[in-house]
């Protein structure tokens, strides 16, 4: 996690959440300071939840959830996001998240 991630109050998108990376990338924005939506299967959201993260499953609606959990967007989200979640994810920062600079400190 980098960049705007760090900055305490923002709030990250982490995709997978309940993974292994997903685990430790909630863990180490949480230690920063941020406010964490994860998403994650049914079977894992009480786990998500119990990181300190906002869980959502990650099905269809996802992107009119996390507005709902987050009105004013994201600041930032996890760059190792599985591929078929990044034009949902992109649309919810604002900035473009295809950048190759986007995720640099």
């Known amino acids: 996690m980098t960049g705007s ?11 997978g959440a309940s993974g292994s990376v997903g685990t430790v990338a ?9 406010k964490v939506i994860g998403t994650a299967g049914p079977a894992n959201q009480d786990y ?10 990650c099905n269809d609606g996802l992107a009119d959830r996390i507005r709902e959990i987050a009105p004013t967007g994201v600041d930032s989200i996890d760059p190792d996001a599985a591929a078929r979640l990044w034009r949902v994810s992109a649309g919810l920062t604002g900035v473009d998240a295809f950048a190759p600079n986007h995720f640099q400190d």
């Open 5 to 15: 991630a760090s900055a305490w109050g923002h709030t990250v998108l982490i995709n």
């Open 48 to 57: 998500v939840r119990s990181l300190g993260a906002t869980p959502t499953p």
């Open 26 to 34: 909630v863990q180490l924005a949480r230690a920063r300071g941020a």
